[in-house]
């Protein structure tokens, strides 16, 4: 019996050590908001929180989230910055087909929380990992800037 | 108060099929495919793989009760191979067991022999072979052989435009549950669910009215579940209907990329003739689809391609010839522009020629021959409320194309190692199914004791934001909050008969259905209001929740009227069925008015390249827009972006790579690269409004059309290649990926 910390709570799995975060988190405690995309940490899509770091939990074995706070997009309105970027991701109107939009959340909001005032390349070096296919990139950008306070300026 | 979609996946509270519980019992299906490209099955081994715990059955060709094809065009589109496999990936069993990693080992353990046969992979080796879809289609305007008489310049050439893979996140999903009395609910990730309904009716040897099809909402699509959710939901609900047990099929990401089809490779001849002044004289060209190993939906595909083959342009002597040809790849599909965007670059290539053959920037010559009112298309249709001039004038006043050009021009003058450039690219997009038919839609609207309201119609929710858009026109049809109103899932037993969600008009012809369903119950509403009010019902309206009578506020309310409505038993639910007026075709003459309107537009992109690594930048990308009066502005602009990145990874980044035997290189997102937040250019849209009354409320048609400003992107970096190197002679292939234009950047005069 493995005991993780998500979202503030204790919550025990049966299930061997090396079995992927995300699927515990998917089928087993029916935390589905994080997203089964690639497999492969290529989209970006399973991002979540492991004490604040951005950690893809389709390849992180549970082995690797004990002791650790694990926070997933179920939680994240209860961070101020988590909160924040669900705000300005609606006024923006950023997601599509939503798909990868969880994963954008808990990315973004990774970064902020690291850096409050994130340049052009600290918002490319954060989410250039986190795959968008319906294009929603511009809106994204232009979120985590309206979060900061930023100004929306042209790429240089 | 009913949250939209927007709010839902922020909090990553919106349900997609993979995020439903799963039910006690389920079962998981895996294909077993086809591991070579062309052959004949001579055994299959099922032992070792029935052997695996957990294996429930197998299912093959012989066990399909009803007609085992899952196509609209030709026999060969079958559910599971029988005698001759004709791609790899092709699947010709179904493993079901207990859990889906049981079922994925168990599927490579089935051997199965082959004999081996020719295989053909690119498109003009298949014409060369004979190997086809259907006989060619001609389109012609004119008379090309004698034009070429009176022009100035003629020049000729090829065009290569690559596949594209969808990516969709949400890979091709399906449950299928048994009922009672032979009944199936099945939960699909298709665009088509009423294909989806049929097709399984048809495999499982039923009737349609067995089988429920039921989505919820797609994880991007991009046409990549247009035709090819239908195989895998059938495969679920054959294995369902046979076993009495709940069945999942999920493809994972590389099988997803490997089995399934893409954007259409093309292959095309060009040759275009010009007065001296630049205007365009003739035009001729061939192109040679790749269409994969069976139909789908290729030859629509085709159509499209010839009916866009003169873009934005009139060109009075035109001929157009359309070859699809069948190689043994996966069947490749629909992808956004559906044929439209080929035929935009082969036209871009001719032109971009001719504009080197004559000294002068291709914009000279996009310019000289935009579309003017009146002016026939190709297949005769005549240009109708055309905006090809108006949206490349505003273009370039709103955003200052001429300095922009000279900054350019002097950069490219002060730097050796970096090269700038700006390319243009009008695009028109004819707006409804080619297929005549497949314009109709219905809507169900109910509106409930409590003043709310529910609205089911045909189309399905991807990320295009209809859902939404048919929540707006409901509102404002009745009167009401938007917040009352909850747009369902796309159901089968709710709609019947419903056309995909695809050609852009999902909004369109859903949107103008639910207007009507709601003008049906606004219509009984008003006499209840009328007597309440003391008027005649012709007087009542209403406005923001309130009747009015004679556009003045009265003491009654949308809660109350409904109240009134149910207790004098007054229908509060209506059906209505829409179908697009005056569109036609006849394909024996090539002549018709296939379209009920085009969408118009210009881009400018802009993109800088280093000039020592290849590597480059799409640093800016401005637009101007024909958008209609928009139902939803926001949504609108994040069709145009996300449709502007898309396009400019096909025609950069995304290279679709096979090896010698027909097998996927590109099987992941390590080999096959797509845009990301890097990648993405600033993009700036301004809509050029205005009435459109062939759609509803004026709107316009957007989610196909903007993907083809991506073709810009393919030729600015031509165009900043030769500042570079004035030698090199492009030969339009596109994806431009760095490799290529490093090439460019050092390749000799030749």
Same mark, same amino acid.
């Not at chain 2, 889906?100 to 022999?113: F, K, S, T």
């Not at chain 2, 048919?470 to 056309?499: F, P, W, Y």
């Given at each position: ?156 | ?161 690559? *596949? ?24 699909? *990730? ?143 599909? *629909? ?99 080619? *297929? ?315």
């Amino acid at each position: 019996m493995t005991t993780l910390n998500i979202n503030g709570k204790p919550h025990q799995v049966d299930l061997p050590a090396d079995t992927p975060l995300l699927w515990a988190l998917r089928d087993h405690l029916g935390l589905t908001g994080t997203k089964f995309g690639c497999g492969m940490a290529l989209c970006g899509a399973c991002t979540v929180h492991l004490d604040g770091e951005p950690t893809r939990a389709c390849v992180t074995p549970i082995s690797a989230a004990i002791d650790k706070k694990i926070v997933t997009i179920e939680a994240i309105d209860q961070d101020a910055t988590g909160k924040k970027v669900q705000e300005a991701w609606l006024a923006l109107g950023v997601p599509q087909c939503g798909y990868c939009q969880p994963g954008q959340v808990m990315a973004a909001t990774a970064l902020l929380k690291q850096k409050p005032q994130p340049t052009d390349a600290d918002i490319d070096a954060a989410m250039s990992g986190n795959i968008c296919r319906c294009g929603t990139y511009p809106r994204i950008r232009a979120a985590i800037k309206q979060v900061a306070g930023l100004k929306k300026e042209t790429k240089s | 108060m009913h949250a939209n979609d927007t709010d839902l996946h922020a909090q990553g509270a919106s349900t997609f099929i993979d995020d439903m519980p799963e039910p006690a019992g389920l079962l998981h299906a895996c294909p077993v495919v086809s591991g070579i490209a062309h052959g004949l099955i001579e055994s299959i081994d099922l032992n070792d793989a029935l052997a695996c715990p957990g294996v429930v059955a197998i299912l093959l060709a012989r066990d399909i009760p009803g007609c085992n094809n899952i196509g609209n065009v030709e026999a060969g589109e079958v559910l599971l191979a029988e005698q001759e496999v004709v791609y790899q990936g092709q699947p010709v069993a179904v493993v079901v067991a207990e859990s889906d990693a049981v079922a994925r080992r168990a599927a490579g353990l089935v051997r199965i022999c082959y004999k081996e046969l020719p295989a053909v992979f690119d498109a003009r080796a298949a014409h060369a072979q004979g190997l086809h879809i259907a006989p060619p289609r001609i389109f012609s305007l004119g008379d090309v052989d004698q034009a070429w008489k009176d022009c100035d310049v003629i020049v000729e050439g090829s065009a290569v435009s690559g *596949a594209q893979e969808h990516v969709y996140l949400e890979t091709q999903v399906a449950v299928a549950y048994p009922l009672e009395n032979e009944g199936l609910k099945v939960f699909s *990730a298709t665009q088509s669910p009423g294909m989806v309904q049929r097709v399984i009716a048809r495999v499982l040897d039923c009737a349609m009215n067995r089988v429920e099809v039921d989505v919820l909402r797609l994880g991007g699509a991009f046409g990549g579940k247009e035709e090819q959710a239908t195989g895998w939901a059938a495969m679920a609900a054959l294995a369902a209907g046979r076993l009495q047990k709940p069945v999942k099929i999920r493809m994972n990401q590389g099988e997803d990329m490997r089995w399934t089809g893409k954007r259409h490779p093309y292959d095309s001849d060009f040759k275009i003739g010009l007065d001296k002044t630049g205007r365009i004289l003739a035009y001729e060209v061939c192109f040679y689809q790749n269409a994969g190993a069976v139909a789908d939906l290729s030859l629509a595909i085709l159509e499209r391609t010839l009916f866009h083959a003169g873009n934005s342009y009139f060109i009075p002597n035109v001929r157009a010839t359309a070859i699809s040809c069948r190689t043994h790849l996966p069947p490749n599909t *629909a992808f956004r522009g559906f044929g439209g965007p080929q035929a935009m670059f082969a036209l871009e290539a001719a032109i971009f020629k001719a504009a080197a053959a004559m000294h002068v920037d291709p914009a000279h010559i996009q310019r000289r021959n935009l579309l003017q009112e009146g002016q026939p298309f190709p297949y005769g249709m005549p240009a109708e409320n055309c905006r090809a001039q108006r949206c490349w004038q505003q273009l370039h006043d709103r955003f200052d194309l001429p300095r922009r050009q000279q900054a350019i021009d002097n950069f490219n003058a002060g730097h050796s190692l970096e090269k700038k450039a700006l390319a243009l690219m009008p695009i028109c997009f004819g707006i409804s199914f080619t *297929a005549t038919f497949l314009n109709q839609a219905s809507a169900l609207v109910h509106v409930y004791a409590d003043g709310s309201v529910s609205v089911s119609c045909g189309a399905v929710e991807m990320g295009q934001g209809v859902k939404e858009k048919i929540r707006h026109v409901a509102a404002r049809t009745l009167g009401i909050d938007k917040a009352r109103i909850k747009v369902e899932s796309t159901n089968t037993a709710r709609i019947a008969n419903m056309s995909p969600t695809a050609a852009s008009v999902g909004s369109d012809l859903n949107g103008q259905a639910t207007l009507l369903a709601c003008q049906r119950i606004l219509q009984g509403l008003k006499t209840v209001a009328a007597r309440l009010a003391g008027g005649e019902p012709e007087q009542i309206s209403i406005e923001q929740e309130q009747v009015c009578l004679d556009g003045r506020p009265t003491a009654t309310g949308w809660n109350k009227l409904v109240s009134e409505a149910y207790l004098s038993r007054t229908p509060l639910s209506a059906h209505a069925h829409y179908a697009t007026p005056k569109v036609f075709f006849d394909r024996s003459t090539e002549r018709g008015r296939p379209f009920a309107y085009h969408v118009y537009g210009c881009a400018a992109v802009e993109v800088a390249v280093d000039c020592l690594r290849g590597t480059y930048r799409v640093t800016d990308v401005s637009i101007v827009h024909d958008g209609g009066r928009s139902l939803a502005p926001d949504i609108d602009r994040g069709q145009v972006e996300g449709g502007v990145v898309q396009g400019l990874g096909w025609m950069t980044l995304e290279e679709v790579r096979h090896d010698g035997q027909g097998r996927l290189l590109t099987d992941s997102l390590t080999a096959y690269k797509i845009p990301d937040l890097y990648f993405a250019p600033d993009i700036a849209v301004e809509f050029l409004d205005g009435d459109n009354p062939a759609a509803v409320m004026h709107s316009k048609a957007v989610g196909e059309p903007p993907l083809m400003y991506g073709i810009g992107g393919y030729f600015a970096l031509v165009k900043a290649i030769r500042a570079f190197n004035p030698d090199w002679q492009p030969g339009f292939s596109a994806p431009m990926t760095p490799e290529k234009v490093l090439l460019a950047l050092y390749e000799c005069g030749c």
